[in-house]
């Protein structure tokens, strides 16, 4: 039986979690702000986009990816949804679902993008961060024609 400072302390954890996840989005949808991103990851971080947007290892190889975004997606509004976070004291883990409209900035095109994340985090000096973010992109598909017909666009 868990004591309610023990629960309580699990409700905080998750919502701190939320709110760092809301952060990485809000920075994504300001221009990829490459420096503000970085800031939320632990230096020995990795964010793995799989085939479709690659991976990086490492705080900074993480910000200079999200500084060359912006040419790959000039325009993006990051929906996350129903998450699943578990916390084990000063890690975690999370199942997010991602909805996101977007512009390709190479051909100007309308995209939809639908993945879901699988997040691992880590308390770090009191502090909830991205330890590991992999990326399994359901579809990219353009917005004429949707995903029934391309289910996978090429940037």
């Known amino acids: ?31 990829y702000n490459p420096d503000a991103i970085a800031k939320l990851y632990t230096e020995d971080a990795v964010w793995d986009g799989g085939e479709s947007l690659g991976r990086c290892d ?5 910000r200079e990816f999200f500084q060359g975004a912006p ?14 976070i578990e916390v084990n004291g000063d890690t975690a883990t999370g199942v997010w679902y991602l909805l996101q409209p977007m512009t390709t900035a ?17 308390k770090v000096g009191g502090t909830w961060m991205f330890e590991h973010v992999e990326i399994e992109v359901r579809f990219m598909s353009p917005h004429e024609g949707g995903w029934a017909k391309t289910p996978l666009l090429e940037l």
């Open 1 to 31: 039986m868990t004591t309610l400072e023990e629960r309580i302390q699990r409700l905080e954890d998750i919502e701190a979690i939320k709110q760092l996840k809301a952060e990485y989005c809000a920075y994504c949808d300001d221009g």
């Open 58 to 62: 490492g705080r900074e190889a993480i």
């Open 71 to 84: 040419k790959m997606i000039s325009f993006a509004i990051h929906n996350v949804l129903n998450p699943r």
């Open 106 to 122: 190479p051909k100007n095109e309308a995209v939809w993008l639908t993945a879901v994340y699988h997040d691992r985090y880590r």
